[in-house]
Structures are given as C-alpha cells and as structure tokens.
C-alpha cells in the first residue's frame, strides 16, 4: 500500500477541496460497492458539504454525489490536489 | 438448440424465475444501472403486452412483456436496476442469477449516455459472463442537451458488442434495436467481448484452475467467470451454483477449489 507522506485519509479532507484517491484500505462487500461505485485508485473526489453531525459527508465522483460515512471514508487513503 | 434442450429450458425459466415462455419464443433479459430508462425502453419495445408480479421467494418486482417482430416472438424481462451484479443485494442477485442461470437469448443492457462511465461497469461485467449482449445507449436526448457527444462506432469496436444509440421517450433507435435482437437472438451475429485482463498473480491464479473448474461445469457457464467468483470467495454464488444447475455432489468440490 501506498503510504507516502502526502497521502491522508478521505476523511480528513475539508469542505471544497479535492484529491485523487490513492488506495483502499477495505475489504469484501464495502470495497466491491466503493468500487462499483466508480470510486478507484486515480478517481478524483471532491469534498461537497458536511452533514450537521460531522458524519456522514457528501463527496462527488465522477458527477455524482456520494454520501460515505467518515468510518469507511477513513480507509480511503487520497492525494490532495 | 433441439425440442427437449428447449422443453428443459423452459422448465428452468418456470420453475426458478416464474417466468412462462411459449414455444418458440426467444428470452431477452433488460439490465441497467438505476434511472438510465430501462423501464422507459421496456415499455416502448413492449407495450401494452406486459405481466408484472414477484421473482419467487423474493420482494423483488419481476415484470416480463412480450412484443413480435418479423414473425419472431420475443419475450422481455425486465430486470431490476443494479450498479454491479456482484451480489451485495438481493437485486443484484436475481439480476446475475438471471443472467447467469436463466440462458436469456439475448441480455440487453441499458446505459446512461450522460454518464457513461459509471454504467459502463456494468457492462463490463455481463461481456464476463455471457457473449450474448447487446449495448444500448439510452437518454442520448439528454446527452444532447448537456453536449456531449458519443463515438459510438469506437465504442462498438471497443467492447466488440453490437452498440443500439436510443432515445426510448421519444421512439428514437428503436427500430434498429429491435433488428440487432432479432439477428443476435437467430445466431446471426455472435459477438466477442472485449475481456478484462487482471493482473498476472490473479491470471496466473486463473490458469491453475481452469481446467478443474471446466470439468466440474460442463458448458453450463462461462468458466472464466466462474473462476473468477472462486477467487473472489463468494459463497452465495457457490450456493447459486448447486441450487441451479443440480450440481450438489460438486458443490463442495468446488470449494475445495476455492480454497
């Protein structure tokens, strides 16, 4: 797995910015939908609003809004950009 | 395929999906992402002549309707809207059991011209399973409004699976649908999909076991794919296998394959 020092957490990222996914670090059924869902090694991300809680956020993939929890966007590992 | 062949078939049809075949009939399967106008193209090749209840056992709607085209009768089943058909839901299972067990002359799959990307997924993973597929781009209206524009004979050359541009609201490439079913569904054209290659460990990994995997399934399936579902360790699908194709003295050689 790539970790370089550049690499952070999806849920890490804030409102408005965008990054590259870099890796998942999922397994069977979550990581298959994640990947059904578009959202592959390369695949840019933007960051779209929060929920009031914090958890879940919207992020959009390849134009579409997608609602990931921070537990599971906290194993999608992305570049900044 | 030979009077008994057919007899068989559509016991299997009947029995497994509830689906009621005349002789004769050509079975064609309708899979498509959600919202991308399946339904809309359901209706306009078929029409009034429509059945909807239940697949059995399960909560799923199962609509079926039939249309005739030169002299030909077809029957459509439409069936639900799935991203993958890799079995996550209950959706996803009937959509890849039928496609997989159900033998359907020809499957239909419907994609989103706006966003061809996602659906293409999709696609992907039926050309595994079965050659017998034709593409159709639907909502090219909308794709129109939004300027974006298809290279659909690349697409065509690129998948290696006839390509149907539609626009089912307003009738748009319909008649030419209907033609590429009927030559797929009387052997006239027999596509070869483009095939994903993975990388050399999992290639390597499907080199071993081929040739066990063939043995056990006979032509039933395409065995590539089956392989394929033994590596990714899906139990469900090994389960599929047994309940289906009678193969319940296999089924736990086929996971010991699996292992």
Redesign the interface.
């Known amino acids: 797995m790539n970790t370089a020092i550049t690499t952070i957490p999806l849920s890490t990222l804030g409102i408005g910015s965008a990054c590259q996914i870099v890796s998942l670090n999922l397994q069977g059924?979550l990581r298959?939908?994640i990947l059904?869902?578009?959202m592959v090694p390369g695949t840019p991300v933007q960051c779209i609003r929060k929920s009031p809680a914090g958890d879940p956020v919207a992020y959009m993939v390849?134009?579409?809004l997608i609602a990931l929890r921070s537990e599971d966007a906290s194993q999608i590992y992305v570049n900044p950009m | 395929m030979n009077h008994s062949a057919t007899k068989e078939h559509h016991k299997l049809l009947s029995e497994h999906f509830g689906i009621t075949a005349i002789p004769g009939q050509f079975t064609v399967a309708l899979a498509g992402n959600p919202n991308v106008g399946k339904s809309t193209v359901f209706n306009a090749l078929t029409g009034l002549h429509q059945h909807t209840g239940n697949w059995p056992g399960k909560t799923v709607d199962n609509a079926q309707g039939s249309f005739t085209y030169l002299d030909r009768s077809f029957l459509m089943v439409d069936l639900p809207g799935t991203?993958?058909i890799?079995a996550?839901t209950i959706e996803e299972q009937v959509a890849r059991d039928f496609i997989c067990f159900g033998k359907p002359d020809v499957t239909l799959v419907v994609l989103d011209a706006t966003?061809l990307?996602?659906n293409l997924?999709l696609a992907l993973q039926v050309m595994e399973i079965t050659p017998k597929i034709i593409v159709c781009v639907n909502l090219m209206d909308e794709a129109e409004k939004k300027n974006i524009k298809i290279d659909l004979s690349a697409l065509q050359k690129d998948l290696g699976v006839p390509v149907v541009a539609t626009a089912a609201r307003s009738g748009m490439g319909l008649d030419t649908l209907r033609q590429k079913l009927h030559e797929m569904s009387i052997g006239l054209c027999t596509p070869t999909p483009r095939q994903i290659s993975y990388s050399s460990e999992v290639e390597n990994a499907i080199q071993q076991l081929l040739p066990n995997v063939s043995r056990l399934i006979g032509s039933n399936l395409n065995p590539r794919w089956v392989t394929l579902r033994l590596l990714d360790g899906d139990q469900a699908f090994i389960k599929s296998i047994s309940q289906y194709l009678n193969l319940d003295l296999h089924s736990t050689r086929l996971q010991e394959v699996a292992v």
């Open positions: 059924l298959r939908r059904d869902l578009g390849r134009d579409t | 991203y993958s890799l996550h966003c990307e996602r997924n």
